[in-house]
């Protein structure tokens, strides 16, 4: 059974740091996407980073660059999401999730949540000010 097991998150004061885990169970990421997702209450799902585990291209919401990175162990099997400087607007429950897309059309679909079949556990992240 192919399933994602998400680790990390908790609670950090603004400006802290905070590393997600997802890791592959039942597969391996080869050709997929894996990307983050986050749900604030009372707000939409929305796509935060993605890594395409078929060519190593990196995707980022606007408000995340420069301050979350997206990355793969050599096995591909766990992708990190590592965050730094957080924001209380970073508070939500962060979910990763894993699709094959066709690389050509990942950079204008891998944000469409409901393109995902396969889905972890989700965490919660706390940033306070």
């Known amino acids: 059974e192919m399933q994602l097991v998400q680790s990390g998150g908790g609670s950090v004061q603004a400006g802290g740091s905070l590393r997600l885990s997802c890791t592959a169970s039942g597969f391996t990421f080869h050709s997929y996407a894996i990307a983050w997702f986050r749900q604030a209450a009372g707000k939409e799902r929305e796509g935060v980073s993605c890594f395409s585990a078929t060519d190593g291209r990196t995707y980022y919401q606007n408000s995340v660059k420069g301050r979350f990175t997206i990355s793969s162990d050599n096995t591909m099997t766990t992708v990190y999401l590592e965050m730094n400087n957080l924001k209380p607007d970073d508070t939500a429950i962060y979910y990763c999730?894993?699709?094959?897309?066709?690389?050509?059309?990942?950079?204008?679909?891998?944000?469409?949540?409901?393109?995902?079949?396969?889905w972890g556990q989700g965490a919660q992240v706390t940033v306070s000010s």
């Open positions: 999730a894993a699709e094959r897309f066709p690389p050509q059309l990942l950079p204008n679909q891998w944000q469409q949540w409901r393109a995902y079949d396969y």
